[in-house]
């Protein structure tokens, strides 16, 4: 149920959502995203926190996790500009903000590392939208009590500004004669209230960002979240043993055949016959895709659905799973080598480190699915979302376009080969690299000329705003000011 009233803090509430939703308009549609995100971010948990300042949050170790995680991928607008990484986190901040902030205003007894939690949260997000309704009634019937006395003093207003009207003119005309600056600035009045169209869409963000933020927040601080707990223990799904049995066994075969005739194949460390690295690297990527997508789904699926499975069954059951990971790892050890070849072929690149890193995740989740086989104690779900949210942020904090920079660099003082091009193109820290090499007297065909037009570019790109000032940015710009060329 919502309130029936509104006291004087959810009005002081509106006013702060409504600065809220003036500095997200500032902050996202004025300029590039730079330090803007985190100077958003913190307002917005400011004003959160002081709604919430006497409310009794849960999940406290997890809230923190995800808190940190949310500012500290906020904080890479400001320090990094990975291009990937700078239009994911535009959706992946305001996911994780809606899951902190209905995780942390749930209810102690509420599982959160679950499927259902999301459903909970989407939940949460409708009910601020039923807010709305409730807010706009609520105005309503408001206006229509005061309605009368309002109506009262309208009156009078506008009968006195009818009667000013006469004055005004003489006055005016006067005044306009007298002075011509005082004649200019009543001309520039009615620019103040013509309306373009992008003025229009900047005011509709505000009012659209305002209610929104009202809204959701609003709803979480009103609802009742305390879960009633049914009479006796919930009967969970369950697979007949022997058909689980029989698909993990099949594809149990199917691997340790093919493991058994590729093996030298796979870590030979030579390429097959008639192919080329990109083909070599390209059937590596298949199968780690059909690693991922099969093997992990089936795993993951088999061992939630032989919960009710027992005995020496269920012992069959975890062995064939136990063969069916270690397969898998066999697949990404193969995957992770045949990159390696690829990269000391043609250099690295970010798509490709990104791989390398992504292999390893799913080793670790492979290895703590094997210890979950054996273990039916241990939450899947928990130690994924874990995980995965940890390798995300970590990955945006490493900075992958300065390793890539640094790598290629390596590779070249081995072996002369470089492409400055991609580098180029790769980032800001890609260019700082170029001035790296040009200052310690590389000579490279094209790397003047390359240094020369990132140059003039820098120098017909218009004074940047606060919004999009970022580190990396800026460092490459003053360096680029200083070469001398």
Not at 146 to 168: D, M, Q, T
């Amino acid at each position: 149920m919502m309130e029936e009233k509104l006291f004087k803090k959810d009005w002081i509430f509106l006013a702060l959502c409504f600065i809220l939703g003036i500095v997200g308009e500032e902050s996202f549609f004025r300029d590039q995203i730079g330090v803007s995100y985190f100077v958003f971010i913190v307002l917005f948990y400011a004003v959160f926190f002081w709604r919430f300042h006497k409310f009794p949050f849960s999940h406290h170790r997890v809230g923190y996790f995800v808190l940190i995680c949310i500012w500290m991928l906020s904080v890479g607008y400001f320090l990094y500009d990975t291009q990937l990484f700078y239009a994911l986190n535009i959706l992946v901040i305001p996911a994780l903000v809606i899951f902190h902030l209905s995780l942390v205003t749930s209810s102690n007894y509420r599982i959160w590392h679950n499927m259902y939690f999301f459903l909970y949260t989407f939940l949460r997000i409708i009910d601020g939208l039923r807010y709305h309704v409730f807010f706009t009634k609520y105005v309503a019937n408001l206006s229509k009590a005061e309605n009368r006395g309002y109506f009262v003093v309208w009156k009078k207003i506008i009968l006195g500004i009818a009667l000013s009207i006469p004055f005004l003119f003489i006055v005016l005309n006067l005044l306009l004669s007298a002075d011509a600056q005082f004649e200019k600035l009543v001309n520039e009045i009615p620019l103040l209230f013509s309306f373009n169209e992008e003025m229009i869409f900047r005011t509709m963000v505000v009012v659209i960002s305002t209610f929104a933020f009202f809204g959701f927040m609003q709803s979480l601080f009103i609802k009742n979240n305390v879960i009633i707990q049914k009479e006796g223990p919930t009967k969970p799904m369950g697979m007949d043993g022997v058909i689980t049995l029989t698909v993990i066994l099949l594809l149990d075969l199917v691997y340790i055949a093919f493991v058994a005739v590729q093996f030298t194949y796979f870590f030979s460390g030579s390429l097959g016959d008639g192919y080329t690295y990109a083909e070599y690297a390209r059937r590596g990527f298949f199968e780690l895709l059909f690693v991922t997508m099969i093997n992990l789904s089936v795993t993951t699926g088999a061992i939630q659905l032989s919960r009710t499975v027992h005995g020496s069954l269920k012992k069959f059951i975890r062995v064939c799973l136990s063969i069916l990971v270690l397969s898998s790892v066999v697949l990404l050890i193969s995957a992770f080598m045949r990159m390696m070849m690829y990269e000391e072929a043609y250099g690295f690149t970010f798509t490709r480190v990104l791989a390398h890193t992504f292999m390893i995740f799913l080793m670790v989740i492979f290895a703590y699915t094997l210890v979950k086989i054996w273990l039916e104690k241990l939450s899947l779900f928990h130690f994924f979302f874990i995980t995965a949210l940890v390798y995300y942020v970590g990955i945006n904090i490493v900075n992958i376009d300065q390793f890539v920079v640094d790598q290629n660099i390596k590779r070249y003082e081995t072996t002369g080969k470089i492409d400055i091009y991609y580098l180029n193109n790769l980032s800001y820290t890609g260019t700082l690299g170029l001035i790296d090499l040009y200052e310690s007297g590389a000579q490279i065909p094209g790397l003047e000329e390359l240094l020369k037009q990132r140059k003039a570019d820098r120098f017909n790109i218009s004074n940047p705003t606060w919004q999009s000032y970022n580190h990396t940015r800026l460092k490459a710009y003053e360096k680029l000011g200083k070469l001398e060329l």
